[in-house]
């Protein structure tokens, strides 16, 4: 048995998927629809970076999307899926919408439009240069959200990545002033992150609540597959409940380290990351050891999963 992860915004880089766009039709077709949905060229974001849009949040997202599913679309064709028996998928924020579409809750082309609007929605969600994210490295979930408790501090965890990194997110200010007390009570590193707003936070309940409404136009398919839901870190393969906990996605925290536990009560070993970069992977390895983990972002990667099926 294997479960599918998918990565969410900062694993993005300049040209990534490019090897399978050269190599691969079904990469060139998908990057067409959704080019065609979105009103975004695509390619040339991702293979170009023209004023650095890749990195802004309303062009990210769904270039995230479009190589992560690209690959997923190559992995069916090309490799024995069916016998890897695929019983669950998660993804880390926007890698939750990757996953729903790989179980084929949601189409490429319903996807990609939920995925321009909530890029744009989430970029413009709080006034420029007023909120901001930050990672802390050295601290866990419980210790941190200790730390903001005790001192009162207007901040909320958007990430509980590992047992050694959580993501803060909310008022610049109050971000900023929190660097030295959470260093104090141990922290090694605190990194500002290059976000235009404090995502997975109270800030994002009127984005959230805009989102909802293109949300509720689209139609979710039924799937035999499971997914691992950020906010209740629990599973499931009911539309009802899996459109609910999408509709509260992005104003609550990412509950990364007990989904990825969770797998180990669900006796799952195998675990492949699709899509670019191997942070997914990172964090894993940091949240449970057992776990057999792959990454499939370059073209020998199909003969490796092969073997591996």
């Keep these: 048995m294997t479960v599918i992860v998918f990565p969410g915004q900062g694993s993005q880089f300049v040209e990534m998927g490019k090897d399978f766009y050269d190599s691969f039709q079904e990469v060139k077709d998908t990057f067409s629809l959704i080019s065609d949905v979105s009103k975004i060229d695509i390619k040339d974001i991702i293979f170009n970076n023209p004023s650095d849009l890749l990195h802004q949040t309303q062009f990210t997202q769904i270039s995230i999307f479009a190589v992560s599913i690209s690959l997923f679309e190559v992995l069916k064709k090309h490799s024995n899926i069916s016998d890897l028996q695929i019983n669950f998928m998660l993804g880390h924020s926007l890698g939750e919408y990757s996953a729903l579409c790989a179980a084929n809750f949601l189409s490429i082309k319903d996807c990609a439009y939920l995925l321009k609007n909530r890029g744009e929605l989430m970029q413009n ?185």
């Excluded at 965890?157 to 030295?180: C, H, R, W």
């Excluded at 976000?195 to 979710?220: C, G, P, R, T, Y």
């Excluded at 990172?282 to 949240?287: T, V």
């Design 125 to 309: 969600a709080y006034e420029p240069n007023q909120s901001t994210m930050a990672a802390i490295i050295g601290i866990d979930c419980i210790k941190a959200e200790k730390i903001i408790k005790e001192n009162n501090l207007e901040i909320e965890i958007a990430n509980d990545n590992s047992p050694i990194q959580v993501v803060i997110s909310g008022k610049k200010e109050e971000i900023l002033n929190s660097e030295k007390l959470f260093k104090d009570y141990g922290a090694i590193k605190f990194i500002l992150l290059n976000v235009s707003a404090a995502f997975h936070s109270n800030l994002m309940l009127n984005a959230q609540k805009e989102m909802n409404k293109f949300i509720d136009h689209i139609s979710f398919n039924e799937s035999n597959i499971n997914i691992i839901s950020n906010i209740s870190a629990q599973h499931s393969n009911d539309v009802a409940t899996i459109k609910e906990n999408l509709s509260n996605q992005m104003s609550n925290k990412v509950r990364w380290v007990e989904s990825i536990n969770l797998l180990e009560n669900l006796n799952e070993k195998n675990i492949i990351e699709i899509g670019p970069g191997k942070i997914l992977s990172g964090l894993i390895k940091r949240i449970n050891k057992k776990f057999n983990i792959m990454n499939f972002n370059k073209i020998s990667d199909i003969e490796t999963i092969k073997n591996a099926s």
